[in-house]
């Protein structure tokens, strides 16, 4: 294993804002992607040292390996990587990680460390890629009975040295933390804008508050469609709620209810304006 060595795969947003945050901090970087354009690209710019052509055939020679692809890409390539990588630390940036933590756990992949960076943009692939992504965002670390002390350390310092606020949490509560402030929000911002059905009208005068809430419609498809199977049974249980909010919003509104549709309105901005004010 080398100690300045990190291999990244997938090499889109995430993989990419990586490899150019630790190649600022001196590592070398090696990576593997399906899509071979960004790779050559990556190259080209000086970010990525050397591109992988198949991960069977990895060398154990990484301090740190970084899982950046949609989240139900990630268990089959975790497999490989830890056929391969047994001295380095291997980890992933998934919006969920129930599962993974899960097959981590079966099957006893001792230096695997689940993470996720709370940072990204709605844009996809490596050309949209910046160093500064990371710089001052949470990420979350979900560490298993399995892991060994050192390696969490090693990991902890690797993050906070490219800017990071590392968390430690238990991976249910990652995945039930993420549905209520990442996975729900998502679903509903696409439902509003599905609900124009693209009419030329709607479209035509949707003016800024319809393009705040609806900004992170632009992500990844493929990227939440994987994310909210990965995370179905919360995501179940919140959209539940969220009907039977607006349930209760149809109620007061029916009944002319003042004081309840007041209340519906100033809750939310007492909570957003709390968490708005609480941003560096
Ligand atoms: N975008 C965000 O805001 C954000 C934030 C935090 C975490 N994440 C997580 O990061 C991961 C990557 O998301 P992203 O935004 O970088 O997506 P992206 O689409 O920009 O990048 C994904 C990259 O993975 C590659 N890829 C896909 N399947 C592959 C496979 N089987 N083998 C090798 N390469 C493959 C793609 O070619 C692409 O380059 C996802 O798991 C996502 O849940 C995303
Ligand atoms: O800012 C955005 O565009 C995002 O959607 C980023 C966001 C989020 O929901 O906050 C998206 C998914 C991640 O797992 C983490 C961050």
Redesign the pocket.
Known sequence: MVRNKILIVGLGLIGGSLAKAFKKCGYEIHAYDIDKSAIEKAICEGVVKERIDDLNETEDEYAFSFICVPVLESIPILGKLSSKIKNGIITDV??TKTHICKYSIEHKIANFIGG????????IGYKYSFDELFNGAYYFITPTEMNRKEDIEKLKNLLQSIGCKVEEVDYVLHDKI?AV???L??VVSAGLVNMLNSNEIYCKFAGGGFKDIT??SS?SPK?WAD?SISNKNMLLELIDAYIELLKNFKTSLKSENYNEIFNYFEKAKIIRDTIVSDEK
């Open positions: 998934g919006s996720h960076p709370m940072a990204g943009t709605e844009k993420t402030i990442s996975h929000p998502h900004r992170i992500s990227m994310i």
